[in-house]
């Protein structure tokens, strides 16, 4: 942006920041246990789309590696950002780790002069459209001399730490947000694993012992036998079925992309497996596009109501969600009905279990996909209703503390997004809106 364009007074950036280039590693990285150094490389940046702290590294140098490149050490607190290609776009990250290496795709800024906090500049580097200073087309890519010559609005000290310090509450109860959701899926998947997959209860009571952390309602429900099956040894009384008899699959369809009228006005949610690939919970609240009336109809499967199982079938196989509100699906996914023998919430944690057997019955020559017709002989455990009900029931509130917390985490994204430009160049000074703030993240 131009210095035009700032409420604030202006300087170069490379008055206040000093820029430090990645280095080329060209040997192989190792695990912690074998390196000294952190090594951060553009892959490590595929995180939620929220989550802006890089607090740990995937790969680790020898220091000896290190010094014989003379590959520059990033402190911690700087900002590390790509500096080539479509990765110009990606959200930069604070670099939290011990002094780190960086690869030679990245490119890193720390405050000089203390002119500038920590927390600010990475708010400032947010905040610019480093395309605008790329060079080339085919590739972009940033120089130092460019950022250097850039001119930034620079508040004074206090209002440098009222505008960090407002920003980053939001980020860390996104961040906070992100991680109770985990947890809470994380809680459900092992009830799933133990219930229905390592059938503990069965084998607690097989041995005559009673069932951990059940009531003895719930452990009425499981028998003290087991029985052979195709599948193997499976609870006394327990079923073999399909996941196409447990569960109503059906597919979706794209209305051409050239006839306007498909697509305006839109009016009903239409999910792609784009949708699903940034999620950071279990649920999905909105798509990117939306049908008309007459794109629905161009769609064989029609609307398909909130609590619907969707699956990507293929680029790639298994991105999982369950969806919260009634939408239309292209032709990438194999959606689950609500409403079947199973419920959603159970075929969820089931195909995230068997998703390798689901991709084994995939094919095709420019990408995999697996067909309805493949998917829905798969052969699954079909438990006694009561047995899925009490799990329903259990995991079903989890997921719905999961969709109150992912709704509210895109209102706070939303918050960020609006305040962040404003805040940045001086549009909007606080304490303005501060009230509506706080409420916002309480």
Known sequence: MGSNEWAWPTVPLGSVAKFRAGSAFKTDYQGEQSGEVPFIK?????????????????????????????????????????????????????????????DNNLMSAAPIGGRV???????????????????????????????QKLEVGLPRPEEQAAISETLLAIQRRIGLLRQTNTTLESIAQALFKSWFIDFDPVRAKQAGREPEGMDAATAALFPAEFEESVLGLIPKGWQVSEVGQAAECVG???????????????????????????LGSPVLWATERRLSDAGLKKVSSGILPPGTLLMSSRAPIGYLAIAKIPLAVNQGF?????????????????????MDAIKQKANGSTFMEISKAAFRPIPLVL????????FAEIAGALFERIAANEQQ?????????????????????LPEDKEQLEEALT
Not at 265 to 271: D, I
Not at 415 to 425: H, Q, V, Y
């Open 42 to 102: 553009v892959s490590d940046f595929s995180l939620p789309e929220n989550s802006f702290e890089i607090i740990g590294a995937n790969n680790w140098v020898s220091r000896d590696k290190a010094m014989a490149i003379k590959a520059a050490l990033h402190p911690p607190g700087a900002t590390v950002f790509a500096k080539i290609g479509v990765a110009l776009t990606y959200n930069r990250r604070r670099l939290l780790v011990r002094d780190t290496a960086i």
């Open 252 to 278: 979706g369809g794209t209305p051409s992309t050239k006839e306007a009228a498909y697509w305006e006005p839109p009016v009903h949610s239409w999910a792609t497996p784009k949708d699903l690939s940034g």
């Open 117 to 147: 906090s920590a927390d600010f500049l990475y708010f400032l580097l947010t905040y610019l459209d480093f395309n605008v200073i790329a060079n080339g087309s085919a590739l972009p890519y940033l120089n130092v001399s460019d950022l």
């Open 383 to 390: 438990p006694p209703q009561e047995v899925v009900a009490s």
């Open 334 to 354: 194999i959606a689950m009905r609500p409403g079947g023998l199973l419920p959603p919430v159970y075929l969820y944690f089931w195909s995230q279990a068997t």
């Open 409 to 429: 985490r895109a209102g706070l994204t939303d918050l960020r997004n609006t305040l962040l430009p404003r805040l940045i160049s001086g549009k909007l000074r």
